[in-house]
């Protein structure tokens, strides 16, 4: 199957659920973008646009946990990164839905697919290294 955005093992952070939610966030972005190239309707766009946010937003919550879990000291820098994030991912999409041709979809895939790829890459690395590096301050449910 055609992928416009291939994932590439480089961005794995060594963390299963953390590494699969990535590349379910990849696939997302790819239906996305096959569906506009495919001419689906405004509902479906509209559709894979909210299951999107509504998995990113459970990404980002895992993430989350995890960081304050071993209390991860730039937590809060990286939590604004995610709430900056789908506050313009929901805006975008409540564009879409108010006029779908304001919305250029294939310009959208590209802004999330470069958000991603450079979020793993700087902010949720220098995480995974800390937490390899520190056990976790509250290890006693383990």
Do not use: C
Request: hydrophobic share 35%; net charge negative.
């Amino acid at each position: 199957m055609y992928e416009k955005f291939d994932w590439d093992d480089r961005l794995l952070t060594g963390i299963k659920d953390i590494d699969n939610d990535h590349i379910k966030l990849f696939s997302f972005i790819n239906n996305l973008l096959r569906e506009a190239e495919g001419n689906k309707s405004h509902a479906v766009i509209s559709a894979t646009i909210s299951e999107l946010i509504d998995y990113a937003s459970t990404h980002f919550e895992r993430e989350e946990n995890y960081m304050e879990k071993w209390g991860y000291p730039d937590f809060e820098q990286h939590q604004a990164q995610h709430i900056s994030l789908t506050e313009e991912v929901i805006e975008i999409a409540e564009n879409f839905e108010k006029d779908p041709g304001s919305v250029d979809i294939e310009w959208f895939a590209e802004f999330l697919i470069d958000w991603l790829i450079h979020h793993i890459n700087v902010r949720d690395l220098a995480y995974v290294e800390f937490l390899k590096s520190h056990p976790p301050e509250d290890s006693s449910d383990e």
